[in-house]
């Protein structure tokens, strides 16, 4: 008759033992002629997160095999790798040293080791970072311009580069380069305003044209922006009626931005506006042009209305110390329009019995002011800006 016992207790399970009557002396074995399966946990297994799996006997007969028993019943966890320590410590030191490298601006030369759809893959000792395709440096798009990109960042895996940490994010695993901020520290410094660049046309957006730009070298090193009110003195609605990408073109540097990174280019400020200089294509003296016009140089200039917004700058501008008369002497209209908004320009002519030329200038329609001033041309710059600020 068989005898239920229970035994030894681990934890919250109940180690069950089966025995007949005839065999539980000679036999203190406790799985002996039951052939059975259950599942049972050791204390060690229950307790221990990395160790959830059941401990399965078999027993039958004289034979029992235990599946854990095999590697041993109390194993332990195997404790960490310290190589797996070594290596987050490395990691986590060389997000330190990129995120210095952002800090101080320092230029890094990384291997490519890899690109995507969307850029570089660079190595940065431990960790993998990524240059994306617009923060390359137009060397590499105008020696090759038939060339996808795809194409040239597959010439570049290998190769050296030299660029800057624009991003260390060590939280969302995030390191980005930029070689076109490497190369702007090493080439702006040679860019001044005023400077004629030869250029290719990069890329264009509605509001303008980017410009790369090519150094005496031979080689396109920066880029530059040409805004749509920059392309040509005649009204532009679409920067693309005008410039394509790969247009080789001269355009004047009329503004760096050294925080920024920026420069400012101008197709048309290589052409003289004839409003620099005279109103006679515009407003004829006698009066035979094709152009409409009113009112000479002798006539009524009490009888022209002032452009919109006009009158309050010429008021403004009679509080300034030195400007002792404005009035406006004669009006006419463009052909073609250069803007809508109200632009004011000194002309470069000398001043004649101490009056300066004024030229105003709305859609097609200009006015000549004549203003009587003891001040010199670049005192009569400061007043009208003076003016300009306090005018909304």
């Given at each position: 008759?068989?005898i239920?016992?229970?035994?030894?207790?681990?934890?919250?399970?109940?180690?069950?033992?089966?025995?007949?009557?005839?065999?539980?002396?000679?036999?203190?074995?406790?799985?002996?002629?039951?052939?059975?399966?259950?599942?049972?946990?050791?204390?060690?297994?229950?307790q221990?997160?990395?160790?959830?799996?059941?401990?399965?006997?078999?027993?039958?007969?004289?034979?029992?095999?235990?599946?854990?028993?095999?590697?041993?019943?109390?194993?332990?966890?195997?404790?960490?790798?310290?190589?797996?320590?070594?290596?987050?410590?490395?990691?986590?030191?060389?997000?330190?040293?990129?995120?210095?490298?952002?800090?101080?601006?320092?230029?890094?030369?990384?291997?490519?080791?890899?690109?995507?759809?969307?850029?570089?893959?660079?190595?940065?000792?431990?960790?993998?970072?990524?240059?994306?395709?617009?923060?390359?440096?137009?060397l590499?798009?105008?020696?090759e311009?038939?060339?996808?990109?795809?194409?040239?960042?597959?010439?570049?895996?290998?190769?050296?580069?030299?660029?800057?940490?624009?991003?260390?994010d060590?939280?969302?695993?995030?390191?980005?380069?930029?070689?076109?901020?490497?190369?702007?520290?090493?080439?702006?410094?040679?860019?001044?305003?005023?400077?004629?660049?030869?250029g290719?046309?990069?890329?264009?957006?509605?509001?303008?044209?980017?410009?790369?730009?090519?150094?005496?070298?031979?080689?396109?090193?920066?880029?530059?922006?040409?805004?749509?009110?920059?392309?040509s003195?005649?009204?532009?609605?679409?920067?693309?009626?005008?410039?394509?990408?790969?247009?080789?073109?001269?355009?004047?540097v009329?503004?760096?931005?050294?925080?920024?990174?920026?420069?400012?280019?101008?197709?048309?400020?290589?052409?003289?506006?004839?409003?620099?200089?005279?109103?006679?294509?515009?407003?004829?003296?006698?009066?035979?042009?094709?152009?409409?016009?009113?009112?000479?140089?002798?006539?009524?200039?009490?009888?022209?209305?002032?452009?919109?917004?006009?009158?309050?700058?010429?008021?403004?501008?009679?509080?300034?110390?030195?400007?002792?008369?404005?009035?406006?002497?004669?009006?006419?209209?463009?052909?073609r329009?250069?803007?809508?908004?109200?632009q004011?320009?000194?002309?470069?002519?000398?001043?004649?019995?101490?009056?300066?030329?004024?030229?105003?200038?709305?859609?097609?329609?200009?006015?000549?002011?004549?203003?009587?001033?003891?001040?010199?041309?670049?005192?009569?710059?400061?007043?009208?800006q003076?003016?300009?600020?306090?005018?909304?």
């Amino acid at each position: 008759m068989p005898i239920f016992s229970a035994t030894a207790t681990f934890g919250s399970f109940t180690s069950v033992s089966f025995l007949s009557a005839s065999q539980s002396q000679s036999h203190p074995s406790p799985f002996l002629n039951f052939p059975h399966k259950f599942n049972v946990k050791t204390p060690w297994q229950w307790q221990h997160p990395h160790y959830h799996t059941d401990k399965v006997i078999y027993a039958s007969g004289n034979t029992q095999i235990d599946r854990n028993l095999e590697s041993g019943l109390l194993q332990r966890p195997t404790p960490p790798d310290p190589q797996d320590d070594a290596r987050q410590a490395r990691r986590s030191s060389d997000w330190k040293a990129a995120k210095a490298y952002k800090d101080s601006g320092l230029l890094y030369n990384g291997r490519v080791e890899g690109f995507n759809s969307g850029g570089l893959r660079v190595r940065f000792y431990s960790i993998l970072g990524f240059l994306p395709f617009p923060e390359l440096s137009p060397l590499h798009t105008c020696k090759e311009p038939e060339k996808p990109i795809q194409e040239i960042a597959k010439g570049l895996i290998g190769s050296i580069i030299s660029a800057k940490v624009i991003l260390a994010d060590e939280d969302n695993k995030k390191l980005i380069f930029s070689e076109k901020e490497a190369v702007w520290s090493k080439f702006s410094k040679d860019v001044n305003i005023g400077d004629i660049f030869e250029g290719r046309v990069g890329y264009v957006e509605d509001y303008g044209a980017f410009v790369h730009l090519r150094f005496p070298d031979g080689l396109y090193r920066l880029t530059g922006l040409i805004h749509i009110s920059e392309v040509s003195w005649d009204l532009v609605q679409d920067v693309r009626d005008i410039l394509k990408v790969g247009d080789q073109v001269r355009a004047k540097v009329v503004g760096i931005d050294w925080v920024k990174s920026r420069i400012t280019l101008s197709i048309k400020q290589l052409e003289e506006d004839p409003l620099l200089e005279t109103l006679d294509k515009v407003i004829p003296q006698d009066g035979l042009a094709a152009l409409d016009s009113m009112s000479g140089s002798g006539g009524d200039s009490d009888s022209i209305e002032p452009l919109p917004g006009l009158e309050t700058i010429l008021e403004e501008l009679l509080q300034e110390d030195g400007i002792n008369d404005v009035r406006i002497s004669r009006q006419g209209f463009e052909k073609r329009v250069v803007s809508q908004d109200l632009q004011l320009w000194l002309s470069n002519a000398p001043p004649t019995n101490q009056k300066f030329t004024l030229l105003a200038r709305a859609g097609r329609q200009v006015q000549e002011i004549h203003l009587t001033t003891s001040l010199d041309q670049e005192g009569i710059k400061k007043a009208l800006q003076r003016v300009l600020e306090r005018v909304p």
